[in-house]
Structures are given as C-alpha cells and as structure tokens.
C-alpha cells in the first residue's frame, strides 16, 4: 500500500481510479436507526444531504405523487399541474431528489420519468427508526 495514502481514501479508488460515489441513501442504509445509538459526525455529514433534500415542501410532495402513481413512476408533464411552478423548476426539484439518491429516471424521447427508490426509502425509514414511546415524567 502507498505510504502516506490513507486506508480509506486508498481502498476508494479502483485499480480504473474512478471513484466510487455513494449516495446519501445508500449512506443511510449503514448507519444504526438514531434511537439506537449517536451518529457519528462523519454519519450526520453523510447523511444530511438526504435529509435536506426531502426537507424542502415541493420535494417532500414531489416524492409522494411519484411514490403513489400507479405503476410507480411518473414523468415530469404528469407532475407539473400538481404545482404552480414552472417545468424547469419542477425539473430541477427532481434533479436534486435524484443527486441524493431517492430517485431513479429514465429518459424516453423527450421526456424523463421518474421513480422512487424503495431501498433508499427503506433506508431512511431504517435510519429514523423507532423511538422508544413517551412516558410523561419517565
């Protein structure tokens, strides 16, 4: 191993040196649900991106139309009435759903569909977790 390199950083990189990216969804699937034990900060700054992405209210709503659309996807003409927004900035709400790696798309002709991916959902619901029930004064 290269002197200097740290192991992490090393193994990173294929012997091609393409860096293997992973997503905040796929950072989420790692990580022990958050009434379990402390994230640690290198787990919160990991993570923090796929929360931010779903914490704004046109992503949050965007997630659930394509989520509940029969057959599990929808293309960017069926999502633009449910807004009073323009395509391109419907466009780009999904953009950054996808750079997070909550959603998955398929360009066909001139038009993208998206779809929810339902490990990275899965992921999240794993991350939060269940928090134990409140007891008043316990």
Same mark, same amino acid.
């Given at each position: 191993? !290269?002197?200097?390199?740290? *192991?992490?950083?090393?193994? =990173? #990189?294929?012997?091609? @040196?393409? @860096?293997?990216?992973?997503?905040?969804?796929?950072?989420?699937?790692?990580?022990? !649900?958050?009434?379990?034990?402390?994230?640690?900060?290198?787990?919160?700054?990991? +993570?923090?991106? @796929?929360?931010?992405?779903? $914490?704004?209210?046109?992503?949050?709503?965007?997630?659930?139309? #394509?989520?509940?659309?029969?057959? &599990?996807?929808? =293309? +960017?003409?069926?999502?633009?009435? $449910? *807004?009073?927004?323009?395509?391109?900035?419907?466009?780009?709400? @999904?953009?950054?759903?996808?750079?997070? &790696?909550?959603?998955?798309?398929?360009?066909?002709? +001139?038009? +993208?569909?998206?779809? #929810?991916? !339902?490990? $990275?959902?899965?992921?999240?619901?794993?991350?939060?977790?269940?928090?134990?029930?409140?007891? !008043?004064?316990?």
């Amino acid at each position: 191993m !290269p002197q200097g390199i740290d *192991f992490c950083q090393y193994r =990173c #990189v294929s012997n091609s @040196l393409s @860096l293997t990216v992973i997503s905040p969804a796929d950072t989420a699937a790692c990580c022990a !649900p958050l009434s379990a034990e402390p994230l640690t900060m290198e787990q919160s700054e990991q +993570v923090a991106p @796929l929360l931010k992405a779903l $914490a704004d209210p046109v992503r949050l709503r965007l997630m659930s139309l #394509v989520a509940s659309r029969e057959g &599990g996807e929808a =293309c +960017v003409c069926d999502l633009n009435d $449910a *807004f009073d927004l323009s395509q391109p900035t419907i466009s780009h709400h @999904l953009k950054v759903l996808h750079e997070a &790696g909550l959603v998955d798309r398929d360009k066909r002709g +001139v038009w +993208v569909y998206y779809r #929810v991916r !339902p490990q $990275a959902l899965a992921s999240l619901a794993a991350l939060i977790g269940c928090a134990p029930p409140y007891t !008043p004064g316990g």
